[in-house]
């Protein structure tokens, strides 16, 4: 069975803080997709990431990156130099292929000014 | 449309109502997901329609539930005798494989009385 963790109910940070939400996953599979979605308060998902069980190279885009480490089945998310706009709650979420994605709980991250 | 919509934005029913909740995928779109969104928590997968069939229907909670897709487009999710349990946002998601990133839409919250 397939299973997402994310142990942070809610964070709060000061903007221009540096601040990294936890996700870890369980899946016996060997081949599975790992996506990260952030929730604004308008409520519609918007998709950040995928990454595929294979690739564990480290991603950057602008100030978020991922840290993907099969080996403590983890996919951590960090947003470097916080601000306002990125208040929301994010979704990790995993993927067998199938079709279905399995979502964390999620994370509500408040960013004060 | 440019994105994945849903209709209605917002429906209140009474218990043991019938309600349908329609979503219209982007265009091209072979993959569609139904997810249930309760307060507080992760979406919990329902339903997933590769084309005009089901491919994993795993997820609907009981045979009150069911869904349908005949011209492999626009998909409506149908409750009958809807409990108060049932209360929730109810999301859509297309893509253009299953394992490829979804697009969410904006949802129908679905509201028993």
């Known amino acids: 069975a397939q299973k997402v963790t994310q142990a942070q109910t809610e964070i709060s940070v000061v903007e221009k803080e540096d601040v990294t939400l936890d996700c870890v996953y369980e899946?016996?599979?060997?081949?599975?997709?790992l996506f990260w979605y952030k929730q604004p308060p308008s409520g519609e998902l918007v998709f950040l990431i995928r990454?595929?069980?294979?690739?564990?190279q480290n991603e950057i885009s602008g100030r978020y990156s991922w840290n993907f480490q099969k080996s403590t089945s983890s996919f951590n998310f960090t947003i470097t130099a916080s601000q306002v706009v990125d208040s929301a709650v994010y979704f990790c979420a995993l993927s067998v292929g199938a079709g279905d994605m399995r979502f964390g709980a999620g994370t509500r991250l408040t960013v004060k000014p | 449309g440019a994105g994945v919509s849903q209709t209605p934005s917002n429906k209140v029913t009474e218990k043991g109502k019938y309600v349908e909740l329609r979503c219209d995928p982007i265009?091209?779109?072979?993959?569609l997901y139904w997810y249930r969104q309760s307060l507080g928590q992760g979406p919990e997968f329902l339903i997933y329609?590769?084309?005009?069939?089901?491919?994993?229907d795993s997820g609907l909670p009981n045979d009150r539930f069911f869904a349908v897709r005949p011209e492999g487009s626009v998909s409506t999710l149908k409750i009958q005798r809807t409990e108060r349990g049932d209360s929730a946002v109810y999301l859509c998601a297309s893509s253009t494989l299953s394992d490829n990133e979804q697009f969410f839409g904006p949802g129908t919250r679905l509201t028993v009385l």
């Open positions: 265009s091209g779109h072979t993959a």
């Open positions: 990454r595929n069980s294979f690739d564990e």
């Open positions: 329609f590769q084309g005009t069939g089901a491919a994993d």
């Open positions: 899946t016996r599979d060997t081949t599975y997709y």
